[in-house]
């Protein structure tokens, strides 16, 4: 039997190449040697208001981008997390074994709960819910970027946990990052990591940006004063246009770029993602063509993992003793 990978993405903002070299790309790549689920996690979403007409239309959007990136409905699941009731209920369950300690330590909480006076409940159930994703399908590798990194130990911390006090349920989840490409920085701040939630035409690449604003945005990005590419002193902002010519294309190196002037070097850049992202974006249009064609693969994608989300449920639940 093939080993399980599972992964998800928040239908939110815009879905940038950093989603995509960070996780989609590798999902890809994956897919034929692994038993796959990819989820549209919009419970996740939802932990912060959602204009819920918006809402809708990104699932959709996700799910087709994920096509038009290369995942194919034939081979992996396309899930909707809350279209699969098990994910909300095994969060409930791990809710209960889970410290609330674990969770007031976890950096995406410390830094929400910093910045806004109040904060929803779901900001600090949000890992746990992410542990039941990937509990619920017996998932052995999760393909992510780095910043997932935290979320995925106390995904496995929680296992053992239950584990030790019910008995074995569940298997415990490996991290999969990219060699190259696991934290793509914003190109307007090449200190801080690409994010859907940061606004500004300058930050990031969506994967659905025409030819010539990626053009505009290399061109824009943050460098330093320097006129060329000294391999031996990088400043942040070049060493992430290298990265992300790299992981675009794995026949560009580094060296090659040595010694190129700023101007010349970004222009490659902006060719190699082009390169990469046009035919995304034109099999993005195809497939947005057929308005009920995603609604098929998403169907197909529940059907698929209903029972297994179910078989999981009523193991977990026999475990704690539940009636079932
Ligand atoms: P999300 O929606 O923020 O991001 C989706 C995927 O993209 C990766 N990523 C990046 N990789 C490299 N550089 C970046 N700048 C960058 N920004 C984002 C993320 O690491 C992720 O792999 N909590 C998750 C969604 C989730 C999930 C799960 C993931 C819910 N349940 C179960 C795995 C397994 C999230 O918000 O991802």
Redesign the pocket.
């Known amino acids: 039997m093939k080993a399980r990978i599972?992964?998800?993405?928040?239908?939110?903002g815009q879905?940038?190449?950093?989603?995509?070299?960070?996780?989609?790309k590798n999902w890809a790549e994956m897919q034929r040697e692994y038993e796959s689920i990819f989820?549209i996690?919009d419970l996740?979403a939802i932990t912060v208001y959602q204009n819920p007409e918006e809402l809708r239309g990104k699932i959709l959007e996700t799910a087709a981008l994920f096509i038009a990136a290369g995942i194919d409905p034939e081979q992996s699941s396309i899930v909707v997390?809350s279209s699969v009731p098990g994910h909300a209920e095994l969060a409930w369950l791990l809710t209960c074994v889970t410290p609330l300690g674990w969770l007031y330590r976890m950096t995406?909480f410390k830094a929400r709960s910093e910045k806004q006076e109040t904060i929803g409940d779901g900001i600090l159930q949000?890992?746990v819910?992410?542990?039941a994703?990937?509990l619920i399908y017996q998932?052995s590798i999760?393909?992510?970027?780095?910043?997932?990194s935290q979320?995925?130990e106390l995904?496995r911390d929680i296992a053992q946990r239950f584990n030790s006090m019910y008995g074995e349920t569940f298997v415990m989840?490996a991290t999969h990052l990219?060699t190259v490409?696991?934290?793509?920085?914003?190109l307007d701040d090449p200190t801080q990591?690409?994010?859907?939630s940061t606004v500004g035409s300058g930050h990031?690449i969506a994967l659905l940006d025409d030819p010539g604003i990626i053009q505009k945005k290399i061109a824009r990005a943050t460098t330093d004063s320097k006129p060329a590419i000294d391999l031996n002193d990088l400043s942040p902002g070049i060493a992430n246009l290298l990265t992300i010519a790299q992981a675009c294309d794995s026949s560009f190196t580094p060296q090659a770029a040595a010694g190129m002037r700023y101007g010349d070097f970004k222009k490659r850049v902006a060719e190699i993602i082009i390169a990469r992202l046009e035919p995304i974006r034109q099999r993005y249009r195809e497939i947005t063509a057929d308005p009920l064609y995603i609604d098929r693969v998403l169907e197909q994608g529940r059907e698929h993992v209903l029972p297994l989300a179910e078989a999981t449920i009523c193991k977990t639940k026999r475990a704690m003793g539940l009636y079932v």
């Open positions: 599972l992964s998800g993405v928040q239908p939110t879905l940038h190449i950093g989603n995509y070299l960070g996780a989609l989820c996690v996740h997390q995406q949000y890992p819910l992410m542990a994703d990937i998932a999760v393909p992510v970027g780095e910043d997932q979320h995925l995904a989840p990219p490409g696991a934290r793509i920085m914003g990591k690409m994010s859907k990031a």
